[in-house]
């Protein structure tokens, strides 16, 4: 009888803490998380420490979280209402940090590693002075655009092609503007239409990363020519973000130009 109740009172204990346990390292990994942003944006730390000393290990723990709150299912029927919220929170946290890790890997294994993308790999849009003088503030990447770039780009996105229009330059970038204008995240920085140049930059929403977009209008025969490039300030793989957002503004130029 005696071991009976005290095998009784350690499953009342481990239905007690497991489901705790789990719940208090699901907090911990969202509290690392909520940090990895901040440290960058106000410029306490580099991003790579973000990446790797606070995103990676939370993931780490995250996934602690739903292993050990999956645990605590086998004593559901005794851990209480607190208990049961707290693993479910557990589990839940543990699934939504094992796949967005996992999605990224996968994106990063099916896209070329590049962060510049053009319409024109032979003769990129460039950035004006005032855009170069933000990126060397930020201490980011250099803005010369090489071939291995190019055929990268060319393997990986092959549909990338500038936009064509019977419409002549003045037109066309008029077009251009209300589109890009159009775009949502999208700040204009700066638009002249004698030299059929916009420029723009939009940041990521999480970890506030800026990306430089460039559009060029120029005459092409009797109508006109627009290109587009779009460039990460940091690291060195994009995820496919900046071919996405040239295709988006592409779709939405075309919309313009009817």
């Known amino acids: 009888m005696a071991d ?5 009172a350690g499953a009342s204990r481990l239905a007690f803490y497991v489901p705790r346990l789990g719940f208090g390292l ?17 410029g306490m730390w580099h991003f790579r420490t973000s990446f790797w000393y606070l995103m990676q ?3 780490y723990l995250g996934i602690a979280a739903g292993v050990v709150s999956l645990v605590a299912l086998f004593w559901w029927s005794s851990m209480g209402t607190a208990g049961r919220v707290m693993a479910l929170a557990g589990l ?4 939504v940090m094992f796949y967005v890790p996992w999605s990224y890997y996968h994106t ?6 590049i962060h510049d993308i053009t319409t024109d790999t032979a003769n990129p849009p460039t950035f004006s002075a005032a855009v170069l003088s933000a990126r060397a503030a930020e201490k980011g990447n250099g803005t010369d655009y090489d071939q291995k770039t190019a055929a990268l780009q060319k393997q990986g996105y092959p549909d990338l092609a500038p936009v064509k ?5 003045d037109q066309a970038f008029a077009r251009a503007l209300a589109a890009a204008q159009g775009m949502s995240g999208w700040t204009i920085v700066a638009n002249d239409a004698a030299s ?4 723009a930059y939009q940041r990521t929403t999480f970890m506030g990363f800026t990306d430089d977009v460039v559009i060029r209008v120029v005459a092409d025969g009797a109508g ?3 290109d587009v490039r779009s460039e990460s300030r940091q690291g060195q793989s994009d995820f496919g973000v900046n071919a996405k957002r040239v295709r988006a503004y592409e779709d939405a130029l075309k919309q313009k130009l009817g």
């Open 165 to 169: 229009t019977g419409l002549p330059p």
């Open 57 to 59: 290990p939370a993931a």
């Open 224 to 226: 006109s020519r627009i």
């Open 92 to 95: 839940a946290v543990g699934a």
């Open 26 to 42: 699901a907090v911990v990994a969202l509290l690392m998380l909520a940090l990895a942003p901040i440290g960058w944006r106000t």
């Open 196 to 199: 059929g140049r916009i420029e």
């Open 4 to 8: 009976m109740t005290m095998s009784g």
């Open 108 to 113: 990063l294994g099916t896209v070329p590693r």
